[in-house]
């Protein structure tokens, strides 16, 4: 990562320098653009095939990389540069929400990601913004380990006014969801990606079935072949979705198949079970610990996953660490505590665990190991002389002699 800040670096300071030569009606063109990709190819075919991003965003990203230097370091352009390139039509330029719309579907993509947020050491003043535009989108752990803020900002552009960004927002949020956000794909994976797309390419009819791999002759033969249940003899593979006949000769004590989820054959034994996952609860957030809306949401959908009580145990250990005075990012420090959580290095420490017994309204304790109570027997009370009398009787008559 060091080369990579140290590009990052050259282009914070070529924006400084720009900064200094600006007039002031030259502040808004004062963001930096850093190329990361091969510069001897045109267009992505990754670009192309993303379902994600409209024409005009594709042709944005086109235009981008077209204004770009050939030391891939450069000024990121401007509403009134990008205009007139991202035209509808014949003398027509585009509106300024259309370049907004394109920018912000690229790094909700993660085609191009907020490298580095420049601000004047003296009076911290905002100089500009670094970005960085790739030639293959990022993985969401790729993307989050350059931009700590991109959970964030999917969180706000899913309340986007512009519907494609809200739209684009909510696919990106469920592909967070649903893939893992810290996941970042090893090598094979990476290549099996970029084979897929080739394929997709190459032979888009194929890819429209499974079943398109083999043909009609050897699909039967092969060992990856997935044949429906319906095309097998009911006699041994029922359907889970229909019910049994009445007067089929191997399931007499099933009436109904769907049911149950275990279907008995002659020779066979299907045993479906279907996992449940454990409802996610809603985290408590303590002090000093206080995020906006959008950042709770970003966090809870980096813990995505985990269970309960170590989600709950990673916001109070980063509410204990800022109390402490040990964390000056809450988002950078939780984003770091996710990571280790979902690889299981994540141990509770003290900071955290004040903060949980506050929390839960007990004293701060170590936890000790559970004890079996020991309950003292009540001491008998003396009987009256009347009913030790009848007690001696009933055990005369049972023939009970002390």
């Known amino acids: 990562m060091k080369?990579?800040?140290?590009?990052?670096?050259?282009?914070?300071?070529?924006?400084?320098?720009?900064?200094?030569?600006?007039?002031?009606?030259?502040?808004?063109?004062?963001?930096?653009?850093?190329?990361?990709?091969?510069?001897?190819?045109t267009v992505p075919r990754a670009l192309l095939l993303d379902s994600r991003l409209g024409a005009v965003d594709v042709l944005g990203w086109q235009v981008i990389r077209l204004l770009s230097n050939s030391d891939r370091t450069t000024a990121f352009p401007t509403y009134d540069e990008l205009e007139p390139l991202l035209r509808s039509g014949a003398n027509r330029k585009a509106s300024r929400k259309t370049v907004a719309r394109v920018i912000a579907i690229l790094r909700l993509t993660?085609?191009?990601?907020?490298?580095?947020?420049?601000?004047?050491?003296?009076?911290?003043?905002?100089?500009?913004?670094?970005?960085?535009?790739?030639?293959?989108?990022?993985?969401?752990?790729?993307?989050?380990?350059?931009?700590?803020?991109?959970?964030?900002?999917?969180?706000?552009?899913?309340?986007?006014?512009?519907?494609?960004?809200?739209a684009v927002a909510e696919c990106v949020k469920q592909e967070l969801a649903d893939s893992g956000v810290l996941d970042t794909p090893t090598r094979l994976a990476w290549l099996d990606r970029r084979a897929r797309q080739q394929i997709d390419t190459e032979f888009p009819?194929?890819?429209?079935?499974?079943?398109?791999?083999?043909?009609?002759?050897?699909?039967?033969?092969?060992?990856?072949?997935?044949?429906?249940?319906?095309?097998?003899?009911?006699?041994?593979?029922?359907?889970?979705?229909?019910?049994?006949?009445?007067?089929?000769?191997g399931y007499d004590a099933v009436s109904d198949a769907s049911r149950g989820t275990t279907v008995r054959g002659n020779t066979n034994s299907v045993c479906n079970t279907t996992a449940r996952e454990e409802p996610q609860a809603s985290l408590v957030w303590s002090w000093p610990l206080e995020l906006s809306s959008d950042q709770r949401e970003a966090v809870s959908l980096m813990l995505t996953g985990l269970p309960n009580d170590v989600r709950q145990a990673v916001v109070d250990e980063a509410a204990g660490r800022l109390e402490?005075?040990?964390?000056?990012?809450?988002?950078?420090?939780?984003?770091?505590?996710?990571?280790?959580?979902a690889s299981g290095e994540f141990q509770l420490t003290q900071f955290g665990q004040s903060v949980a017994d506050k929390r839960c309204g007990s004293a701060p304790s170590k936890p000790r190991p559970?004890?079996?109570?020991?309950?003292?027997?009540?001491?008998?009370?003396?009987?009256?002389?009347?009913?030790?009398?009848?007690?001696?009787a009933m055990l005369e008559r049972l023939g009970i002699r002390r």
């Open 324 to 341: 402490a005075g040990k964390v000056k990012s809450p988002m950078a420090f939780l984003h770091t505590l996710a990571k280790r959580a």
């Open 3 to 41: 080369h990579y800040q140290a590009l990052i670096g050259r282009a914070a300071s070529s924006m400084t320098q720009r900064r200094g030569d600006a007039t002031a009606s030259d502040v808004e063109g004062l963001d930096g653009l850093l190329f990361m990709g091969n510069p001897h190819e």
């Open 205 to 249: 009819e194929e890819t429209l079935s499974p079943e398109a791999q083999f043909p009609m002759e050897t699909q039967s033969d092969s060992p990856s072949f997935q044949r429906k249940l319906s095309e097998f003899p009911s006699e041994t593979y029922p359907s889970s979705q229909r019910k049994l006949m009445r007067n089929s000769m």
């Open 370 to 392: 559970m004890q079996n109570r020991v309950v003292p027997l009540e001491t008998p009370q003396p009987l009256s002389d009347e009913t030790e009398a009848k007690r001696q």
């Open 110 to 166: 993660r085609w191009m990601t907020l490298g580095m947020k420049a601000r004047n050491t003296d009076n911290g003043r905002m100089i500009g913004n670094v970005y960085v535009l790739h030639d293959e989108p990022l993985a969401a752990g790729e993307s989050l380990a350059l931009d700590p803020g991109y959970l964030e900002y999917v969180i706000q552009c899913s309340h986007h006014g512009n519907r494609a960004v809200a």
